[in-house]
């Protein structure tokens, strides 16, 4: 079945950092993927998604290259702000077939952002 | 923009009360979800539903059922609240069929349930 393997945190990052969260997956197919950010008391965004190979998403200073060598799609932004503190998600779903519209999510990586 | 909402975002109910969590969404989407989400464990989706009184069972669906008589509306319903169903609920929508390969979903702010 579909996985999604995050790298455990919590990550804690002085402002101005380099930010990487590594996101790999184990699918059938071609899925696409997805970073979700959930900020204190609040539901699950979308961040930034991709729907095929070597495809880039990106929002609000985040990247993310879908990599169909290494199955990976690592997170990454290149000065961090406090206000990016929060718990990102690297999700997927496939393509086709009867359950293209479920979701499968990694655990969650809770980043803080320290001044 | 989506809009997905959830009825409450707290609530403390007894063991042993039947407990209705509610979500909409305004975009006229085909897919509603239930997930649960607990530390460490990440999300788990309870049920789905891709149209009116369809649903189908996700990864945990014991202890809960679920209600669609509306496309908007979808409904979570615990028949018998138990302490380990304290945790945070998240609802989320989806197109069926989105053009551009678009499957994501949107999600309410979620309903924090605590069950005494």
């Known amino acids: 079945g579909n996985s999604v393997t995050q790298m455990e945190g919590p990550v804690t990052l002085s402002e101005e950092a380099f930010l990487t969260i590594n996101c790999t997956y184990t699918?059938?197919?071609?899925?696409?993927l997805f970073w979700y950010v959930q900020y204190p008391g609040e539901g699950l965004q979308l961040l930034l998604k991709?729907?095929?190979?070597?495809d880039k998403g990106s929002n609000k200073g985040f990247e993310a290259t879908y990599r169909k060598e290494t199955t990976s799609f690592h997170l990454e932004k290149g000065s961090v702000q406090v206000s990016d503190s929060a718990v990102y998600f690297c999700a997927l779903t496939k393509n086709s077939g009867g359950s293209n519209y479920k979701l499968t999510f990694g655990k969650g990586t809770l980043l803080t952002v320290n001044p | 923009d989506v809009k997905v909402t959830q009825s409450s975002r707290y609530l403390v109910k007894r063991t042993g009360e039947k407990v209705f969590l509610e979500c909409v969404q305004d975009?006229?989407?085909?897919?509603m979800f239930w997930y649960r989400q607990d530390p460490g464990l990440g999300l788990r989706l309870i049920y789905f539903?891709?149209?009116?009184?369809?649903?189908e069972k996700g990864d945990i669906p014991e202890g809960y059922s679920v209600s669609r008589e509306k496309k908007e509306r979808f409904s979570l319903i615990l028949e018998s609240a138990s302490t380990n169903q304290t945790s945070m609920y998240l609802c989320a929508s989806s197109f069926f069929r989105p053009a551009k390969s678009s499957y994501e979903q949107y999600f309410g702010p979620g309903t924090r349930l605590t069950v005494t």
């Open positions: 539903s891709y149209d009116v009184k369809m649903k």
């Open positions: 991709a729907t095929k190979a070597d």
């Open positions: 699918a059938t197919g071609y899925p696409s």
């Open positions: 975009m006229d989407h085909e897919n």
